[in-house]
């Protein structure tokens, strides 16, 4: 076990939350000590929901340990069946009360209430986050759709699908589910639910009617449409349509299935990524080195328009989730790369150092990683914090979403140009930092100058020209050049570092 600041995954409880929280009509029961009732900020802090999520939990204490901890819980289910009056109950332990065995399910099935009473057995020490919504997902459709549901004959009326997998906590979900209705539609495709976010369990009873499967996002519905598909006959389409060339792939998939003609999806696309990506203004992004770590849905799919649709060189590849490292080491090989599947911060950290990209896209985890590095960042994936959900439409899939990415991803880069600019011309009477600001306050006290870029502390020392010179090296390849430079001298034993050892390294490692 590893004491860690951070972790990509909460325990599987939270992912059962998570679903909860996205339904409407569905509460949970879950036996947790006092302490365990943290996951509430998620949803009203971060989300930014403007309800706490609809769970009750036992709260049970020390001094109850002592006596009747299943009376305790077995009063809770009762009581939150008659204040909620729910459609669906959900009964679970946390990490800590799965260590009693009060056995939820049993002692819920005794108590003959009058709703449907979901059970979750979710193994807190060998699953995390993300599979906990998945199995609570797959119990819900598994418990509620009803076998005798089937589509009406397709005479007369329009195919229908079923969008699965959008939940609570997830990375633009809701604008997402906006963005993918709206293609559908246009190619006469109706929506017969979006599961779990916004739906019933009514909703959940009628999957059945739909003639098809969309699975956007697998970590969490890619379980229920399998089982969907065995149940019912629903094909599903797994194709994730984020990037301009997967929102095409998508259109065709659905089309294929459905029986639809795609022009109308197709034809006027409102992407500008393609045409921005050509553009002179965009030339000196090609080739820029990206280092890409995530849930594996949202790492795949940026690799893909990061090598294809804005001519990145993908350095690094990765994600959290393990039970999709057969899908990562696919894609990874693809790039032709090693993948890095770990939910070890630490290990992404030295990764990252290793590869010396010039832009990381991940988590919010890489973005603070990202920070001390001095590297430019955009968050691709969760977990996030709260500025990544935006009170603004800002989807990630369709064509709409590839407009939010390249805005996301290209703007850190033309910052850090700027910044990169400035740095060069630091020593213009105009520019330098003791001319002040020229826009603003004229007759602002001039700043101190500058000190010169530090140098490694066990290092040989630099001539104040070669630091000079190190300054106009971009500042987020600058740490790179200064550790190739020291390492050249050590193996070449000069006493110090002039503008000729700086030149003689970057030719050394240029080779």
Not at 15 to 41: C, I, S
Not at 211 to 240: C, H, K, M, S
Not at 467 to 492: Q, Y
């Amino acid at each position: 076990m590893q004491l860690a600041v951070w972790t990509y995954e909460g325990p599987p409880h939270v992912g059962a939350m998570r679903v909860a929280t996205a339904m409407e009509g569905v509460h949970y029961v879950l036996h947790a000590p006092q302490g365990d009732t943290y996951a509430d900020l998620l949803f009203t802090m971060i989300e930014r929901r403007n309800q706490r999520p609809p769970v009750t939990y036992t709260t049970f204490q020390a001094r109850d340990l002592g006596k009747d901890t299943a009376a305790l819980l077995q009063d809770a289910i009762r009581e939150a069946a008659e204040r909620f009056a729910p459609q669906a109950l959900l009964v679970g332990a946390s990490c800590t009360a799965e260590l009693i065995q009060d056995d939820p399910a049993g002692l819920a099935e005794a108590l003959s209430l009058p709703c449907p009473v979901i059970p979750l057995e979710l193994p807190s020490y060998q699953r995390k986050e993300n599979w906990g919504a998945a199995e609570t997902f797959y119990r819900m459709v598994r418990h509620l759709a009803d076998p005798a549901v089937r589509p009406a004959p397709r005479e007369g009326r329009r195919p229908l699908a079923n969008l699965l997998g959008p939940c609570a906590l997830g990375f633009r979900h809701r604008d997402d589910v906006v963005e993918v209705v709206k293609l559908l539609e246009s190619m006469g495709v109706g929506v017969n639910c979006v599961a779990p976010l916004g739906a019933t369990p009514a909703d959940l009873r009628a999957l059945g009617r739909a003639d098809f499967n969309v699975v956007l996002y697998p970590e969490i519905g890619a379980e229920a449409a399998r089982w969907l598909g065995r149940t019912f006959g629903q094909p599903a389409i797994d194709v994730v349509p984020i990037g301009v060339g997967a929102t095409r792939d998508f259109i065709a998939a659905v089309a294929a299935v459905a029986g639809v003609d795609p022009a109308p999806a197709l034809a006027t696309p409102t992407s500008r990524l393609p045409w921005w990506s050509r553009s002179v203004d965009s030339t000196y992004l090609t080739g820029k080195r990206v280092f890409i770590f995530g849930d594996a849905t949202h790492a795949i799919a940026a690799a893909r328009i990061a090598a294809e649709e804005l001519g990145f060189t993908v350095c690094g590849l990765g994600c959290y989730n393990r039970e999709f490292a057969r899908e990562m080491r696919a894609a990874a090989a693809h790039h032709g790369l090693d993948p890095l599947i770990t939910d070890d911060h630490l290990v992404v950290e030295d990764a990252i150092r290793a590869a010396a990209p010039e832009l990381v896209l991940g988590t919010q985890m890489e973005r603070h990683i990202a920070k001390r590095l001095g590297l430019p960042c955009a968050v691709i994936s969760a977990p996030v914090h709260v500025q990544d959900f935006p009170a603004r439409h800002s989807p990630q899939m369709g064509f709409e979403g590839a407009n939010v990415i390249f805005d996301t991803w290209v703007h850190p880069l033309v910052m850090g140009l700027e910044e990169h600019l400035l740095t060069m011309f630091r020593d213009d009477f105009e520019f330098s930092d003791a001319a002040g600001p020229s826009h603003l306050a004229a007759h602002a006290a001039p700043v101190s100058a500058p000190e010169a870029v530090p140098a490694s502390h066990d290092t040989i020392p630099w001539t104040s020209d070669a630091e000079r010179e190190l300054r106009k090296v971009p500042f987020f390849v600058r740490g790179k050049a200064r550790s190739n430079t020291e390492r050249f001298a050590v193996l070449e034993g000069r006493a110090q570092i002039d503008i000729a050892t700086l030149y003689d390294a970057k030719a050394h490692y240029a080779r």
